[in-house]
């Protein structure tokens, strides 16, 4: 279903929480007051909150809050199904760009939908409509003096008969890394360190990591441990690339319980 841009709007509005302006008021940390800087996502359903119905489904930008302190809160815009470009054509872009105030952070992980060749909608190619839709995040984020930071993409749960873990998204995260050189932008490398982690958890282990359910095999989308398990290494990869500093992060060794995840009900 198409939807106008209007239409768009009133939905994230009503799902996500809006970041907090300039007159948001600051949080004492270490006798010093610090201005409320919130990490947008931009992204997927790997990302993406999940709703009462889909459950025990978790995007990790569900979880990434439990690893960030108070005053870097995370307004989650990331959508299930969409690509760099949908995303942007269908407006979401905008209202993030409506909302982001000077020292926040515009967090962009897309490549899942990009890679749909069959879907002229969504597709796009990696090292040419690829790149140039990144750049218009990168661009917009940077004129409202908000700092873009890119993600490649969460790996998918796939072995070879060998049981060596193996990448699913060809050239897109090579294309990624090579925009955040030319634009010189922080780079999580998420595909990569999740590779290793599904290679490290090998092909058992890594179910429980999975939407693996009695009526469904999903090696794309993650239960609670999975989404906190990403969730983790994107705030690891944070503090790494100092986007985010050591008081900005909180509990990155710390076990965090599945029953921190909750699943609202979606708005009507």
Same mark, same amino acid.
């Given at each position: 279903?198409?939807?106008?841009?209007?239409?768009?709007t009133?939905?994230?509005?009503?799902?996500?929480p809006?970041?907090?302006?300039?007159?948001?008021p600051a949080? &004492?940390?270490?006798?010093?007051r610090?201005k409320?800087?919130?990490? %947008?996502?931009?992204g997927?359903s790997?990302?993406?909150?999940?709703?009462?119905?889909?459950?025990?489904?978790?995007? *990790?930008?569900?979880?990434?809050p439990?690893f960030?302190q108070?005053d +870097?809160?995370?307004?989650?815009? &990331?959508?299930?199904?969409?690509?760099?470009?949908?995303?942007?054509?269908?407006?979401r872009? #905008?209202?993030?760009?409506?909302?982001?105030r000077?020292? #926040?952070?515009?967090?962009v992980?897309?490549?899942?939908? #990009?890679?749909k @060749?069959?879907?002229?909608?969504? %597709?796009t190619?990696?090292?040419?409509?690829?790149?140039?839709?990144l750049?218009q995040?990168?661009e917009?984020?940077?004129? +409202?003096?908000?700092?873009p930071?890119?993600?490649?993409?969460?790996?998918?749960?796939?072995? #070879?008969?060998?049981?060596?873990?193996?990448?699913?998204?060809?050239?897109?995260? &090579?294309?990624?890394r090579?925009?955040?050189?030319?634009?010189?932008?922080?780079?999580?490398d998420i595909? @990569?360190?999740?590779?290793a982690? *599904?290679?490290?958890?090998?092909?058992?282990?890594?179910?429980?990591?999975?939407? *693996?359910?009695?009526?469904e095999?999903?090696?794309?989308h993650?239960?609670?441990?999975?989404?906190? @398990?990403?969730? +983790?290494?994107?705030?690891?990869?944070l503090?790494?690339? +100092?986007?985010?500093?050591?008081?900005?992060?909180?509990?990155?060794?710390?076990?965090?319980?599945?029953? *921190?995840?909750?699943?609202?009900? &979606?708005?009507?």
């Amino acid at each position: 279903m198409s939807l106008t841009r209007r239409q768009v709007t009133i939905a994230a509005l009503a799902a996500v929480p809006l970041a907090v302006g300039s007159t948001a008021p600051a949080f &004492a940390t270490s006798g010093k007051r610090r201005k409320v800087s919130t990490v %947008y996502i931009a992204g997927d359903s790997t990302a993406a909150q999940k709703y009462a119905a889909a459950a025990p489904e978790t995007g *990790w930008g569900m979880a990434l809050p439990f690893f960030l302190q108070p005053d +870097r809160p995370v307004a989650n815009h &990331a959508v299930n199904g969409r690509s760099s470009k949908s995303f942007i054509d269908e407006g979401r872009l #905008d209202v993030i760009l409506g909302a982001i105030r000077p020292g #926040d952070f515009l967090l962009v992980q897309f490549g899942h939908n #990009d890679e749909k @060749a069959e879907d002229p909608t969504r %597709y796009t190619e990696p090292w040419t409509t690829y790149q140039d839709h990144l750049r218009q995040y990168i661009e917009g984020a940077r004129a +409202r003096g908000a700092r873009p930071v890119l993600a490649t993409s969460v790996e998918r749960r796939k072995f #070879d008969a060998s049981g060596n873990a193996v990448p699913t998204h060809g050239d897109y995260p &090579a294309a990624m890394r090579a925009l955040a050189r030319e634009e010189g932008v922080a780079l999580l490398d998420i595909q @990569a360190l999740s590779l290793a982690l *599904w290679q490290e958890f090998g092909v058992e282990r890594t179910k429980t990591y999975f939407n *693996w359910t009695a009526t469904e095999q999903d090696n794309t989308h993650f239960n609670p441990p999975g989404a906190i @398990a990403v969730a +983790r290494l994107v705030a690891q990869e944070l503090l790494r690339t +100092r986007v985010l500093s050591p008081r900005d992060v909180r509990r990155l060794h710390d076990e965090i319980p599945e029953s *921190w995840i909750t699943w609202p009900q &979606a708005a009507a």
